[in-house]
């Protein structure tokens, strides 16, 4: 069982900026892969972004250039630093993480609760 904990959500203003904190507990071989999703209301969830325990980053377009995903692999910890928020940016944001159970087994993927992020005009 792997077990994600989510912070950091809040309210800020646009053009503010607010740092979510996912940390991976629980039972697993080794980390592949942390990210970030986020679902506003009446959307479907949608990528932000990813970054692997090498340090190998993607993001989305919504998070080119604003977003800076990172991961301390000793902490099980993934960050999502957002700068210059704006409105659209309101959602619920969900990290992930891609982990192994055992060195030879498939890869398999477990969900943080979320935290809300709003973001006043």
């Known amino acids: 069982q792997v077990q994600l904990v989510e912070s950091g959500g809040g309210l800020d203003h646009t053009g503010g900026s607010l740092r979510l904190s996912c940390v991976a507990s629980?039972?697993?071989?080794?980390?592949?892969?942390m990210g970030w999703f986020r679902q506003a209301p009446g959307k479907q969830r949608e990528l932000v972004g990813s970054?692997?325990?090498?340090?190998?980053?993607n993001y989305a377009d919504i998070a080119k250039g604003r977003f800076t995903i990172s991961i301390d692999n000793a902490k099980n910890t993934v960050y999502l630093q957002m700068n210059s928020l704006k409105p659209e940016d309101t959602a619920v944001y969900y990290c992930n993480v891609d982990f192994l159970k055992g060195a030879t087994t498939a890869t398999f993927r477990a969900w943080g609760q979320g935290t809300q992020v709003t973001v006043s005009s």
């Open positions: 970054i692997t325990s090498g340090g190998h980053t």
């Open positions: 629980g039972s697993f071989f080794r980390i592949s892969a």
